[in-house]
């Protein structure tokens, strides 16, 4: 028969000299546990071996104890589960008080917080965020992901743990996978730089973290592209940045206009391979520009290349820390587009003098990234199947985002402006003629359509109303129809 699964010992303490019997200490502790809710209904209770072995005492009174609470209703016995706090408590225990109204009423006094905490108003995700399904944007093809051969190496580095991988791992990654990374970037990105320079992260947001840590002091102005990433701005604004946004044109980041603003900023951040939220690529000139300003004013750049992996019309861009001739660019780089977004997994490219002072936030903050996926990694990219998977990908999202632009092409072609289609799982559409983006988003998820308003992502004024569309999970069949919804809400407008 198959062993019931073992449940948590709860904090029970005996004392032989105490004058009510054991049986009883153990039947009073359980109780006022559920009567207060520290265990709760269908939770596992442990076997009456586990637990005499844990306080020492012989089966009897843990037998008894379990007895009366089984006679009494607090506890039963499911088939394959053992025993369980009951699903149907005594009255006086159901109705006794939720914990969270006595938690409100304990909530007296002084209950200071830091001042970092108000920064940011309280997160409320827009509907947009929830969906499943068309235009949801940061998802990816989940269904072509390459499972058989993923679960094959999960299983092959799990039969082969060793010491080494129950220990923490090295501080800034493990030494082969930012080996397999460095020749990675160096080759497809044309970045420069030695394995010795990268960092994992659990993605770029970590990334971003503990850049601003390194980089900003109280009140360092940052460069930000407007509209722009706002995790990134949030990121920047919690370690006491003071946002510089400047605007983005059909070359990408305005390098003159932001000199204008502020021409000595501590930092930059730019996304120039596809800019976040409109998709532009930034010119060559734009990129010398950005870097001869950063030297000539003691900047830094960071550079979030964040999907370049898929382009439609040429090769992938060169990264821009590639032109840097003088280490001025913090490179960071994320597997949440090119794999999936749960794996946690990035990267950082540090210029060789700020190493030191990165590994330091790093380790006051998690001491190491988790070591299990990035051996999966570096098997995956190793043996070949991570450039296999790139190429598979960038065919089917080429497919779908070449039905979206038909698609819109034909049936909104007059009402919106399609952008930043050239690379990415995702494109925008700026609204011709104006319109609230956010009321028609709302009206939309009722109807399961995903679209995320344009004008969130501005921190000024708010040039563009549109939506940005995510067509990584939305297959070409799908298309048409979706399509014909966003004209249906467009024009009710
Ligand atoms: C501009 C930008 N950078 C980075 C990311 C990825 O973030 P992470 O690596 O933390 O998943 C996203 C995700 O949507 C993004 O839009």
């Not at 990264?319 to 990267?347: C, E, H, W």
């Not at 790093?362 to 450039?387: K, N, Y």
């Amino acid at each position: 028969m198959k062993k019931a699964p073992s449940g948590i010992l709860p904090i029970i303490a005996v004392d032989r000299r105490a004058p009510n019997a054991l049986y009883k200490q153990i039947y009073d502790a359980y109780r006022a546990a559920i009567v207060d809710r520290r265990l709760r209904s269908g939770q596992r209770i442990p076997s009456t071996r586990a637990l005499a072995t844990e306080l020492g005492v012989s089966r009897f009174p843990v037998l008894n104890a379990y007895a009366q609470l089984l006679a009494e209703g607090y506890f039963e016995t499911r088939v394959g589960a053992g025993t369980v706090v009951s699903s149907s408590l005594p009255e006086q225990v159901a109705s006794s008080q939720p914990p969270a109204a006595r938690l409100a009423a304990a909530r007296s006094g002084p209950r200071p917080v830091s001042g970092r905490c108000s920064i940011l108003p309280a997160f409320e995700p827009g509907p947009w965020l929830r969906g499943w399904g068309a235009f949801s944007v940061g998802q990816i093809a989940f269904d072509q992901f390459p499972l058989q051969v993923w679960s094959t190496l999960v299983a092959r580095l799990c039969r082969n743990m060793g010491a080494r991988s129950f220990n923490y791992g090295e501080h800034m990654g493990s030494k082969a996978f930012r080996e397999t990374i460095a020749t990675y970037l160096r080759t497809a990105r044309s970045l420069r730089c030695e394995a010795e320079q990268i960092m994992i992260v659990s993605g770029s947001q970590q990334a971003l973290e503990i850049s601003a840590r390194v980089l900003l002091d109280r009140g360092s102005r940052v460069w930000v592209e407007d509209p722009g990433y706002r995790l990134a701005r949030n990121v920047f604004a919690l370690n006491g940045g003071n946002l510089v946004p400047v605007p983005v044109d059909n070359e990408g980041l305005n390098v003159a206009a932001g000199i204008k603003r502020c021409g000595k900023a501590r930092a930059a951040f730019v996304t120039p391979s596809h800019q976040f939220p409109l998709g532009v690529t930034m010119s060559a000139s734009r990129r010398l520009q950005l870097l001869d300003w950063a030297q000539n004013s003691g900047s830094w750049i960071i550079e979030d290349d964040y999907d370049s992996e898929y382009r439609y019309e040429s090769l992938p861009i060169a990264s821009l820390q590639g032109l840097d001739a003088n280490s001025r660019v913090i490179y960071i780089g994320t597997f949440s587009k090119v794999l999936f977004p749960s794996l946690r997994l990035g990267y950082i490219v540090i210029p060789s003098d700020l190493v030191d002072r990165f590994l330091i936030m790093r380790r006051a903050m998690d001491i190491c990234p988790s070591s299990f996926f990035q051996d999966v990694l570096t098997d995956f990219i190793g043996e070949g199947h991570f450039a296999r998977h790139i190429r598979r990908m960038r065919v089917l999202y080429r497919e779908r985002r070449n039905a979206l632009v038909d698609s819109i092409g034909k049936e909104v072609g007059s009402m919106v402006e399609v952008l930043g289609d050239e690379a990415g799982m995702y494109l925008a559409v700026s609204l011709r003629s104006g319109g609230r983006d956010v009321q028609i988003a709302k009206r939309a998820a009722r109807d399961n359509l995903w679209l995320w308003p344009l004008s969130l992502s501005y921190l000024s004024e708010v040039s563009r109303q549109g939506f940005i569309l995510g067509f990584g999970s939305t297959a070409v069949a799908e298309v048409p129809g979706a399509v014909r919804k966003l004209r249906d809400l467009i024009s009710s407008k």
